[in-house]
């Protein structure tokens, strides 16, 4: 089975599993790697004369009967970025103090030093000073 040209992914060969198509639309995908994804194929687009075809290609545990298994996600980008949302993002980028995704909160170096005000996530460094105090 060849879903890329160039590129041969054959899941018996490999022993591993895709979703593709209709199905990988159903899934749900971290919002930054979508907005990522369609940033790059705008600024692609810039500078080919040719359409671009870009493809999200995602390693992923996805529970199926009850299990959690490994999957690889190829879901086509539809369309790219406007110039507004990639200057937005930019300057959100550029002016904002802290963390733009909540989960990026526990990584944050002013969070991990106990820091951060604004912390909405405990710093993994903080639960585990926390449970050796309870010892």
Same mark, same amino acid.
């Given at each position: 089975m060849?879903f +890329?040209p160039? /590129?041969?992914l054959?899941p018996?060969?490999?022993?591993t #599993?895709?979703?593709y198509?209709?199905a990988?639309k159903? %899934?749900?995908i971290?919002?930054?790697?979508? =907005?990522q994804?369609?940033?790059?194929?705008y600024?692609?687009? %810039?500078e080919?004369k040719?359409p671009?075809?870009q /493809?999200?290609?995602?390693?992923? +545990?996805?529970k199926?009967?009850?299990?959690?298994? !490994? /999957? /690889?996600? =190829?879901?086509?980008?539809?369309?790219?970025?406007? #110039?507004e949302e990639l200057?937005f993002?930019?300057r #959100?980028h550029?002016?904002?103090?802290?963390?733009?995704w909540?989960?990026? $909160?526990?990584? $944050?170096?002013?969070n991990?030093e106990? %820091? $951060?005000e !604004?912390?909405t996530?405990?710093s993994?460094k903080t639960? +585990? %000073? #926390?449970?050796?105090?309870?010892i």
């Amino acid at each position: 089975m060849n879903f +890329l040209p160039a /590129y041969n992914l054959d899941p018996l060969k490999h022993n591993t #599993k895709y979703i593709y198509g209709e199905a990988a639309k159903k %899934l749900a995908i971290p919002q930054q790697y979508i =907005i990522q994804a369609k940033a790059q194929k705008y600024l692609l687009s %810039l500078e080919s004369k040719l359409p671009v075809i870009q /493809y999200l290609f995602i390693k992923a +545990l996805v529970k199926t009967n009850g299990k959690m298994k !490994k /999957y /690889y996600i =190829i879901r086509p980008v539809e369309e790219p970025i406007s #110039k507004e949302e990639l200057r937005f993002y930019a300057r #959100k980028h550029a002016t904002q103090s802290s963390p733009i995704w909540e989960w990026e $909160c526990a990584y $944050c170096t002013f969070n991990k030093e106990e %820091l $951060c005000e !604004k912390a909405t996530v405990p710093s993994p460094k903080t639960e +585990l %000073l #926390k449970i050796f105090h309870r010892i």
